[in-house]
């Protein structure tokens, strides 16, 4: 391990060599193209994620569907600002967000869905949030102690995500038996 770097007449001079990097500096561990590159497949789950939520706030239906239509709104808004923190993390690294919608899917690490059945709605839901919370975890070990701010983030969603699993369980659960069978 390094010494501790005590000399602020040397820490001011190095803060001004590459004062273009913006918050990266000689300290950020990590693999900086790498990041990048993990930060925009994660933006693009959470936007691939937001549109299958919305697509399925819009589409349930049946008698059953209002609480769950109204847990699918609530997630689709979250899942956007999860994207919105992962572009602007991209940004501050001095990345550029990719929100191209021709290669979107592509690099999401989750799948869009267009399920009519409400229950079949929940489950790829779920096996989305599954998907994320699992990406997520690889990510924030990778991460380690090199990016600590990234790896927050990505703490941070992780956390939404495991709770969004627990709703979409819930709801599975709180429906009547024939219902899930159907």
């Not at 193209?33 to 697509?55: D, G, H, M, Q, S």
């Not at 239906?61 to 991209?90: C, N, W």
């Not at 701010?149 to 009547?176: I, K, S, W």
Request: net charge negative.
């Amino acid at each position: 391990m390094a010494d501790f770097l005590t000399d602020i007449e040397t820490i001011r001079e190095r803060a001004r060599q590459e004062i273009g990097k913006g918050p990266v500096t000689d300290a950020y561990g990590a693999d900086l193209p790498r990041v990048l590159t993990v930060l925009n497949e994660a933006l693009a789950t959470e936007i691939v994620c937001t549109l299958r939520y919305k697509r399925h706030y819009f589409t349930a239906s049946g008698m059953y569907s209002e609480p769950v239509a109204a847990e699918f709104l609530e997630h689709a808004q979250e899942e956007e600002q999860h994207a919105d923190k992962l572009a602007t993390r991209i940004v501050q690294l001095g990345g550029e967000p990719d929100f191209n919608p021709d290669t979107l899917t592509g690099r999401s690490h989750a799948q869009y869905d267009a399920s009519a059945d409400l229950v079949k709605m929940i489950e790829e839901d779920l096996v989305a949030e599954r998907v994320a919370i699992a990406s997520y975890t690889e990510i924030v070990q990778w991460l380690g102690d090199r990016d600590p701010t990234t790896r927050r983030v990505f703490e941070d969603l992780l956390a939404q995500e495991e709770e969004h699993a627990d709703d979409l369980r819930g709801l599975l659960e709180r429906l009547p038996v024939e219902r899930r069978d159907a």
